[in-house]
């Protein structure tokens, strides 16, 4: 029987609260990434209005809120996909150890490279095998590699993502073949495969069962040892078991999304600071 198969019950805040988890060890090597005073608009409709985060190297920063607060906005303006969209702009800052991204003389690809993005639904290409898929990114960003480089890539970002065991024996079959779960993780594993230093994730779980959830957070946890992640959830529970500090987003009616409280997690959830952030935690509104 595989992990897919097996019945698993999430737990609830109160039985994993994130004062239990062990700390994390944190290399200096590791990326922080620094949001400054961020307005967004579409058109001209503001979404954001002067958003300041520090997401610290090493670390699971978790973006909750309601739903049209801004925080999927707020994610893809870090590492610039805000600017697909041909009415959007922007103010503000975002640093990548130190350095603003958005700069002049920054390319968009290099932005790409560093801050990598995983999508709310899985999207592996579906004429490509699993191993195609894993290195997809590197024809997009014009990395070149040998092949015996290429096979050595594939298989550590699928370990990475914790999908090698698993297709390891299938390297060639469809990537749009596989589960939801083990789908998700390929599009992790195809984002690890650049090297990024900071991962990017905007509801992963949401369109998955519990147990490819239980696996997708696992492999957070173990990825957060070697890249910043911010993730975009609206799981209290996914929330309150993965992130060391969260960030709650909120958008009254008629006005732009702001950042009402931010903090440790178990602060946030445990004793926070604003009553609004205590109701929308016990799930009061949202």
Not at 146 to 151: F, L, Q
Not at 237 to 246: E, G, I
Not at 255 to 282: K, L, S, W
Request: hydrophobic share 40%.
């Amino acid at each position: 029987m595989t992990v897919e198969d097996q019945t698993i019950v999430l737990p609830s805040i109160d039985e994993i609260p994130a004062t239990q988890r062990a700390p994390r060890t944190r290399r200096d090597d590791l990326a922080t990434l620094e949001a400054r005073e961020i307005s967004a608009w579409f058109g001209d409709r503001m979404v954001l209005d002067r958003v300041s985060l520090t997401m610290p190297a090493g670390g699971i920063t978790a973006l909750i809120g309601p739903s049209g607060c801004g925080k999927s906005t707020f994610l893809r303006i870090l590492n610039r996909m805000h600017e697909l969209v041909p009415s959007a702009q922007l103010a503000g800052e975002v640093l990548l150890d130190g350095e603003d991204i958005y700069s002049p003389d920054k390319k968009l690809t290099d932005a790409r490279r560093a801050i990598g993005m995983v999508f709310q639904k899985p999207n592996p290409f579906p004429a490509m095998s699993i191993a195609e898929n894993v290195l997809a990114g590197l024809k997009l960003t014009g990395t070149k590699a040998g092949r015996s480089e290429r096979d050595a890539l594939v298989e550590s970002s699928l370990t990475r993502a914790g999908l090698w065991n698993e297709v390891k024996d299938r390297l060639d079959a469809p990537g749009g073949g596989l589960s939801g779960g083990q789908q998700q993780r390929l599009c992790i594993a195809r984002s690890l495969a650049v090297k990024p230093r900071v991962l990017l994730m905007d509801e992963p779980c949401s369109a998955l069962d519990p147990t490819s959830t239980r696996v997708i957070e696992e492999t957070m946890l173990e990825l957060a040892e070697d890249v910043t992640i911010v993730i975009v959830t609206h799981n209290m529970q996914q929330a309150a078991r993965v992130s060391d500090q969260c960030a709650f987003f909120l958008a009254a009616q008629g006005t732009p999304g702001v950042i009402v409280e931010h903090g440790d997690t178990a602060a946030m959830f445990g004793n926070p600071q604003d009553e609004r952030t205590h109701d929308y935690v016990n799930g009061r509104f949202g």
